[in-house]
Every structure is written in C-alpha cells, then in structure tokens.
C-alpha cells in the first residue's frame, strides 16, 4: 500500500504569515499533487509536479508556491497566508498519470489562517 | 474543459437499505472516471475506477458503478449499506493531465 504522509497535521498561522506544508512519498512515485478541500468546492488542484524541479500549475495556483526538491518530497508554500487560505490540504501521489495509475493521498494538513 | 457534478450534498440512508450516489459528468471524447471515498478524518481511497469496456464497474467493500454515455453519468450503487460506509464520496473525470473532482456527497447512516 502507497504510503504518503503529511506534516504537520494541524496548523494556525495569522494573517500575512509565512507557512509550508510537507509531503514525503516513499513508493517511488514519479507524481505529486497539492489539493485543498473545501465545504462546496470539494477537491481543487493547486500545484502538480511530474518530478524533481518540476513544477505544474493546478486549477487555483494563486497566492501558492511549490517546490519538488526530490522524488520523495512535495512542499506547499504560503508566503502570504491570508484567511481566504483557510482549509485542508491534501497531498497525494501517483506513479505516473493515466487511468491505470491510482491517486494515493495522505491524511491532510489542517491549515487555520487567523 | 472537464467537469463533474454530484448533484446530491448530502444522503441519508437506513442500514441495510441500497443505495445510488449520483454522477454526472462533462467530457469532450471517452472519459476515464473514478469513484473516491473518504471516511471520517482521512485521505481518500479508491473505490472503483471505469475505462472503456463493460459499462457496469466493480469495486471494494460491495460497492458498483455503470456509466451511461447516453446520459453522461457514473452513478456509484450499493446493495445493502453498513454503518461503516459513513463517509464523503467523489466522483471524478481524467482529464488530459489532472483529475477533477466532483463536489462530494456526504453519506450519513441511519441505523
């Protein structure tokens, strides 16, 4: 079973904060994905990388950056948190994209952004 | 672009009872689709996932999807449901280089 894990689980930071989301794969996927959820958007893609230094724009890319340092690591960064940045990420990863390649997501990151 | 709709935010259904969970989707070609669950205070999982073949699609836990090209639609369906599956389920279309999610429909038990 893929296994992707999150940290940290829980996060409040203030308006204007600085806050970066960790997301480490260890099955070797060539694909990393950033989502966050909301109550009436369901999923939305933010940022998508295919490998290391690559780096896609999602569907609502704005006020976000991302950064793939290795196969293994995805990093959400919010460099201006502002309330509207609210929500639950989830990091998910696949070996490759097609529809033989199954999505597998981490547990999510809680972000409250005051 | 591809889109998903998932009209219902919200069923309730009484153990044992069966179940249908609504999909409909927009895709210009043969799409790929997929049903996601997620259960309470996790990530989601792979319930079932459809491509070009027979129409009718199996998946764990006794769960069962058809599409309809005709009618634009992967309803997700369930016989007899168990408390356990209490959970958020999304619908989802492959697009050329991403997945897009439906909005969800939250599944509530009724014992």
């Known amino acids: 079973e893929a296994a992707v894990t999150q940290s940290p689980r829980n996060k409040v930071t203030v308006t204007g904060g600085n806050v970066t989301l960790s997301c480490r794969q260890t099955n070797s996927h060539n694909y990393m994905y950033w989502y966050r959820q909301d109550t009436g958007h369901g999923l939305r893609l933010i940022h998508y990388?295919?490998?290391?230094?690559?780096?896609q724009i999602g569907d609502v890319p704005d006020g976000y950056k991302a950064t793939r340092t290795t196969q293994e690591d995805f990093f959400l960064l919010l460099e201006l948190a502002s309330p509207s940045q609210t929500s639950l990420y989830f990091c998910a990863s696949s070996r490759d994209w097609g529809c033989q390649n199954t999505l597998y997501f981490g547990a999510g990151t809680r972000l409250s952004v005051l | 672009a591809q889109s998903v709709t998932q009209p219902d935010a919200r069923v309730t259904v009484s153990e044992g009872a069966s179940l249908q969970l609504r999909c409909k989707y927009s895709?210009?070609?043969?799409?790929?689709l997929f049903w996601y669950v997620q259960y309470p205070r996790q990530g989601l999982q792979l319930l079932l996932k459809?491509?070009?073949?027979?129409?009718v699609v199996q998946g764990v836990n006794g769960f069962e999807a058809e599409f309809s090209k005709s009618n634009s639609s992967f309803h997700l369906r369930k016989a007899s449901v168990h408390w356990s599956d209490w959970a958020v389920y999304f619908c989802?279309?492959?697009?050329?280089?991403?997945?897009?999610f439906g909005k969800g429909t939250q599944l509530i038990i009724q014992p």
């Open positions: 990388s295919y490998g290391a230094g690559n780096l």
């Open positions: 989802a279309v492959e697009g050329a280089d991403r997945l897009t």
């Open positions: 895709y210009f070609g043969t799409p790929y």
């Open positions: 459809y491509y070009p073949g027979d129409p």
